[in-house]
């Protein structure tokens, strides 16, 4: 069974540029998550998604970031403009169900130059 | 003061040695406790997922959880240096977001 796939695995950009990651869960995973993980940290959930809905966002920096999840399936986060302290790794997991465990992909790594 | 403290390490044993590796925690409405393994830029690893108090027990793992004090640990016997990775203690309170607090992670080095 192909695990969660995410890409690009890693971006560097210059700051005030937009990026974009994107996340592939399990498939017939119903709930999506994106976490960040800085250095030396463990993640912190930035969104969830119960199918194409946004349940959860409560931690999302909603003046540059932005997520979306179409046909419930593949989601993409964006962050517009980057800035220098937007340096992680930004991690998806699916999950079953919100009582199921969660299965990570193996993060995109953004360096904000 | 973080709902889940873990010690950051680095946690270096030589091969075969027992390794003992804890978390604290705030948070008494906590009944899910996690155990990730997580190598150099991969992904979080599920290894062990307990409810409540109590033991589990797979393979060279075993996880405890202890509620009174709000503490859990993770030993590996036999260590080997494939073991070598960060491990990442995590938590719910089981309501409905499934939302995960995890731990700042502990570094491990088997020396072979």
């Known amino acids: 069974e192909a695990g969660v796939v995410q890409s690009p695995r890693y971006k560097i950009i210059e700051k005030k540029q937009p990026v974009a990651f994107w996340c592939n869960p399990i498939?017939?995973?119903?709930?999506l998550y994106w976490y960040l993980q800085n250095l030396g940290q463990g993640p912190e959930l930035l969104i969830r998604?119960?199918?194409?809905?946004?349940?959860?966002d409560s931690q999302l920096p909603k003046d540059r970031f932005s997520a979306e999840r179409l046909k419930g399936v593949d989601s993409t986060l964006k962050i517009q403009p980057a800035e220098l302290g937007d340096s992680a790794v930004y991690l998806c997991?699916?999950?079953?169900?919100?009582?199921?465990?969660?299965?990570f992909g193996p993060g995109t790594r953004l360096t904000v130059t | 003061q973080k709902e889940v403290e873990q010690d950051p390490g680095p946690l270096s044993v030589p091969e075969g040695a027992i390794v003992s590796l804890n978390c604290t925690y705030s948070?008494?409405?906590?009944?899910?406790f996690m155990w990730y393994r997580q190598y150099s830029r991969k992904g979080p690893e599920l290894l062990m997922y307990?409810?409540?108090?109590g033991n589990k027990e797979d393979g060279r793992f075993t996880a405890q959880v202890d509620k009174s004090s709000k503490y859990i640990s993770l030993f590996i016997r036999d260590s080997q240096p494939s073991d070598s990775a960060t491990y990442l203690c995590?938590?719910?309170?089981?309501?409905?977001?499934?939302?995960?607090?995890f731990g700042t992670g502990t570094l491990l080095a088997v020396q072979p």
């Open positions: 997991a699916s999950s079953l169900d919100v009582n199921h465990e969660q299965y």
């Open positions: 498939s017939g995973h119903n709930t």
């Open positions: 998604y119960e199918n194409e809905e946004a349940v959860d």
């Open positions: 948070n008494s409405a906590f009944q899910y």
């Open positions: 307990t409810y409540s108090s």
């Open positions: 995590a938590m719910k309170d089981g309501g409905a977001t499934n939302k995960l607090i």
